[in-house]
């Protein structure tokens, strides 16, 4: 399915949940958001059409979605985002986990040069 149709097919599903998507300038990339009790997907209207499409179907992989009809081909892209998020996510937690074994590790090597170190009369 052609980008151009994925993003219509990501908005019919919007609007089937009863969000408003709207598309703003601005430095921002988009995403799902609640102003005023209206629930909204903002997307930056200057970003190429692959990029809308994927801040619109990530916003939706956010929400509930089992008991709504979704054309295959859209829901197959959602999924397809919703994959690539976990996997950042985990990727990131990864990283969390390294960066903290490598500042424990360092403290304790300082800690054990400071213990070794000569000590002053």
């Known amino acids: 399915m052609k980008a151009e149709a994925l993003l219509e097919g990501l908005r019919e599903l919007a609007r089937q949940l009863d969000l408003n998507v709207r598309f703003e300038t601005g430095k921002f990339t ?12 903002v997307i930056n209207k200057r970003l190429p059409v692959e990029v809308k499409v994927a801040v619109l179907a990530k916003s939706l ?14 829901r197959d892209y959602i999924e397809e985002e919703r994959a690539k998020e976990k996997m950042h996510r985990v990727q990131r937690e990864r990283d969390a986990v390294r960066r903290e074994r490598r ?5 304790a090597q300082e800690q054990e040069t400071d213990h070794n170190a000569p000590m002053a009369a």
Not at 30 to 37: M, P, V
Not at 61 to 74: K, S
Request: glycine share 6%; hydrophobic share 40%; aromatic share 6%.
């Open 61 to 74: 992989a956010t929400l509930p979605l089992d008991d709504v009809f979704i054309q295959p081909a859209v």
């Open 30 to 41: 988009g995403g799902y958001c609640i102003l005023n009790e209206d629930r909204l997907i």
């Open 103 to 107: 500042d424990s590790d360092e403290t």
